[in-house]
């Protein structure tokens, strides 16, 4: 059984930048990705990046979040810049471990953190 613990949320003004982390339990290489849920919206792909570092974004966030993943330290990242206020969610990191592609369908990631909020607002 995988675990996935999360850090790094909180309250930040608009504009401003937010790093989180993800780290499973064990040696992982598997696709990854970071999913966001707003109130009464459904959850959606932020970011996957697979095993060998490829990576794809929502449209909502390309050009300010990036995803990363330290295979030395079996931990990924996601960074945040420019936030804003839609940006107001709780963001979960999932693990995909059959698929060697990202997928959007959350459904079909197997492995979940606990989620932790983001909060944009002045």
């Known amino acids: 059984q995988v675990q996935l613990v999360e850090s790094g949320g909180g309250l930040v003004r608009p504009g401003g930048s937010l790093r989180l982390s993800c780290a499973p339990s064990?040696?992982?290489?598997?696709?990854m990705g970071w999913f966001r849920q707003a109130p009464g919206k459904q959850r959606e792909l932020v970011a996957g990046i697979t095993s060998g570092g490829s990576t794809n974004y929502a449209d909502s966030v390309k050009g300010r979040f990036t995803i990363s993943r330290d295979n030395a330290k079996n931990t990924m990242y996601l960074q945040m810049n420019s936030l804003k206020p839609e940006d107001t969610a709780v963001y979960f990191c999932?693990?995909?471990?059959?698929?060697?592609?990202?997928?959007?369908?959350?459904?079909?990631?197997?492995?979940w953190g606990q989620g932790t909020q983001v909060t944009v607002s002045s």
């Open positions: 064990g040696t992982i290489f598997s696709t």
């Open positions: 999932a693990l995909d471990d059959v698929r060697g592609y990202i997928s959007r369908a959350s459904s079909l990631y197997d492995y």
